[in-house]
């Protein structure tokens, strides 16, 4: 359990980092791409790759579309913590599980039982209520960063399960492939913004790149690890991983940065953690 305790924390603290950049007039573009090549340094120590695993060979369209979405939906979820708050993106993070779940049924052909489709339902009523604020308070365009946080690490998410069921080369390779693509993708955007003059790099950048690379990098370990020290549980793993952060984003969120949520806002955060539950407890009872 303290694989997944440090887990959640790290996961947290990458959305806190976010939160922060803004005041210390952080760029966000420029510590995403730092962040990456953090995280490749992290992949070679811990993951160890052979050579001749990270071969050219080994890039197909699902790499290339995950180097490209990674980066950018690092800077909306961004946007989202920024715009929206801590609470809410992360929820809408979280519940980005229906999209690969809705794809197992339509694209790899799993069945769908009661308990799956209740917690579907339940979890697409939890997204309006928790994104929910009264009537002219909220513009237009911050929906959109949420949104495009849940679409894209749901699709994320779907094109990771494509890569897991690959047997050319070891997950773990596979991460570094993908980091590589999203640290060029992310190096060539920002180098463009600073030869047209829009932005100069800054060392600071680079030192939050890193500090917010490791926090992302042993997130995804320590997951990882918890599902290795629970082999035979893994709906244990992912739901206590969900609600977990869910709830710990949420208390910062309210406590440490005063976030306003509304009385629909925590009957979405109460309906999210229900289609979690109900979507766990389908793994295990086909009802």
Known sequence: ??????????????????KLARRYHISIPQAVTWNYLFAIGLSYFFFKPAAGQLTGNAFNLTYIALGILLPLIFWFLAASVRNIGIVRTDIAQRLSLFIPILAAYFIFGEAFSTLRLGGLLVGFLAIFLTLYKKSGSTATGNWLYPLAVFFGFGIIDTLFKQVARSSTIPY??????IFALSFLISLLYIAARSIFGKQKLQLINFVCGCILGFFNFFNILFYLKAHQAMPGNPSTVFAAMNMGVIILAS??????FKEKLNKLNYWGLGLALSAIVLITLSQKYAV
């Open 172 to 177: 773990s390779s596979s991460l570094v492939l």
């Open 1 to 18: 359990m303290i694989y997944l305790l440090i887990s959640i924390c790290c996961s947290v603290t990458v959305a806190v980092l976010l």
């Open 251 to 256: 208390l910062v969120g309210v406590l440490i």
